[in-house]
């Protein structure tokens, strides 16, 4: 009786079972870091559109709660309403006397904020000539996707507003590349005006 040593090696079919189930954890290990990558992509897609939406909300409500700062009485509107804001575009001139001048021409006095379907832009000059800067360009304010956006300033009284609702809805520029659909992101703020003296 013989018995066969195991220094031998492998059988060419040990080989191959060896192989395949090789390949399979490979495959496994593949599927599982292509997922995790889109899982990492997702995440940094949600921060983006939250990052993008809620710095826009800042840097508006910070302006609108100048508006209307008057100190040497001149009566000025805080705000001048888009008198036909739509579902794609929509916009609020902000006036303070910043420098206590008697006036609001000076540079960030009188401020044009507008949204234009899928962007926020603003001026920061009474001076129509000088451009608008982009604060934002994946703004779709569409906060339940179905396709007709909600007006991003909305103010209690058109003829004499005291409160203006700021919304903003930011949105992927791209869709989830998991479920196909866009991220989407709302924020608001209420912001009261000044009272005129």
């Known amino acids: 009786m013989t018995v066969r040593g195991r220094d031998e090696g492998f059988s060419f079919l040990e ?19 292509i997922q995790n990558s889109q899982i990492n992509r997702v995440d940094q897609m949600r ?16 302006t609108l709660r100048t508006a209307g700062w008057d100190p040497r009485n001149i009566g000025f509107a805080p705000v001048s309403l888009d008198p036909t804001p739509t579902n794609s575009n929509n916009y609020i001139e902000v006036f303070a006397d910043l420098n206590e001048d008697g006036d609001t021409s000076d540079a960030g006095e009188d401020v044009l904020i507008r949204w234009s379907v899928n962007k926020i832009e603003w001026r920061t000059s009474s001076d129509t000539t000088q451009p608008f800067v982009t604060l934002a360009d994946t703004i779709s304010n569409d906060s339940d996707g179905d396709g007709v956006a909600e007006t991003m300033f909305v103010p209690d009284s058109t003829t004499n507003p005291t409160k203006i609702m700021v919304r903003i809805t930011a949105q992927s520029p791209a869709p989830d590349p998991r479920s196909g659909q866009y991220i989407r992101y709302t924020v608001s703020s209420e912001v009261v005006l000044r009272k005129k003296v």
Do not use: Y
């Open 15 to 33: 080989l191959l079972v060896s192989l395949a189930v090789f390949s399979m954890a490979m495959g496994g290990l593949a599927g599982l870091l």
């Open 47 to 62: 921060v983006e559109v939250q990052s993008t939406a809620r710095n826009c909300l800042s840097m508006i409500v910070a």
